[in-house]
C-alpha cells in the first residue's frame, strides 16, 4: 500500500525567512504533484513532477523530486503572507489503478 | 479553464435519509473522483470513475454509492446517512495530458449529519 508522509504538518514562520517542506512515499513512482489549499477553499494545482530530478518553480515556491530517494520537496524563500495556505503533495501510481494518494497536507501560517 | 461544480455547498441531514451530492465538469474530462477530507486524515478517496458507466472503489468506499450515467455527471449517494459521515466532500476530475493527471476539484460540499 502506498503511502505518502509529510513533514512538518503545522509551520508557522515569519515573513522573510526560507523553509521547506518534505514529501516522502512508499513506492516508485515518478509523478508527483503539489497542491495548495487556502481556508475555506478547494484545492489547486501548483506544481507536476514528472521525472526524477524535476525542478519547477513559480514565483517563491520550487518543488523538486528526486525518485530514487522517493522524497519531493517544496522549497519556500523569503516567505509573504499570502502564501498562508495548506499544501498538499499526491502520490500518482499506474499500479495503483491510476489513482492519486494523497499526503495529510502541510498548513503554513507566515506572520508579519 | 476547467470547471467542476458542486451543486451544494452545504447540507444538513438527518440520520438516515439518503444524500446525494452532485458533481458536474464541463471540460469533457474522462476522469473523475470523489474525495472527503477530514481534520488530521488528508484527503481519502472514496470512488472514482474512468468512464461512463464504470466506476471503482477507492480507498473507504463503505457507505457509498457513484453513478455516472453521463460523461459529465458524477454522483455520490448516501444510501443512509450517518453521523460519521459528516465530513468536506471533494469532486474533482482530469485527463490524461503528457502522462500528467492533474486533478481540478470543485469548491467542495460540506455536509453535517445530524
Known amino acids: 500500500e502506498l503511502k505518502v508522509e509529510q513533514n512538518p504538518l503545522f509551520l508557522s514562520m515569519q515573513e522573510g525567512k526560507n523553509y521547506t517542506i518534505y514529501c516522502n512515499y512508499s513506492?516508485?513512482?515518478?509523478?508527483l504533484y503539489w497542491y495548495r489549499q487556502d481556508p475555506g477553499k478547494s484545492l489547486e494545482s501548483l506544481f507536476v513532477?514528472?521525472?526524477?530530478?524535476a525542478v519547477k518553480q513559480e514565483g517563491r515556491l520550487m518543488a523538486s523530486l528526486d525518485t530514487k530517494a522517493r522524497l519531493s520537496t517544496l522549497h519556500i524563500t523569503a516567505a509573504v503572507h499570502d502564501l498562508s495556505a495548506t499544501y498538499f503533495c499526491?502520490?500518482?501510481?499506474?499500479?495503483?489503478?491510476?489513482?492519486?494518494?494523497f499526503g495529510d497536507g502541510t498548513t503554513l501560517t507566515v506572520k508579519p | 479553464d476547467v470547471k467542476v461544480t458542486q451543486s451544494s455547498r452545504y447540507l444538513v441531514k438527518r440520520t438516515g435519509e439518503k444524500v446525494f451530492l452532485e458533481c458536474v465538469q464541463d471540460?469533457?474530462?474522462?476522469?473523475m473522483f470523489w474525495y472527503r477530507q477530514d481534520p488530521g486524515l488528508g484527503l481519502r478517496l472514496i470512488y472514482f470513475?474512468?468512464?461512463?458507466?464504470?466506476?471503482e472503489k477507492g480507498d473507504i468506499p463503505e457507505g457509498y454509492s457513484v453513478s455516472r450515467e453521463k460523461k459529465e455527471r458524477f454522483s455520490l449517494i448516501l444510501e443512509s446517512a450517518s453521523t460519521n459521515q459528516t465530513s468536506m466532500y471533494l469532486c474533482?476530475?482530469?485527463?490524461?495530458?503528457?502522462?500528467?493527471?492533474?486533478?481540478?476539484f470543485g469548491a467542495g460540499s460540506r455536509l453535517t449529519v445530524l
Open positions: 471540460m469533457d474530462h474522462e476522469n
Open positions: 470513475s474512468y468512464d461512463v458507466k464504470m466506476k
Open positions: 499526491a502520490v500518482y501510481l499506474e499500479t495503483n489503478a491510476g489513482k492519486s494518494t
Open positions: 513532477l514528472l521525472s526524477n530530478g
Open positions: 474533482a476530475s482530469s485527463v490524461t495530458v503528457i502522462r500528467a493527471n492533474v486533478l481540478t
Open positions: 513506492t516508485t513512482s515518478d509523478r
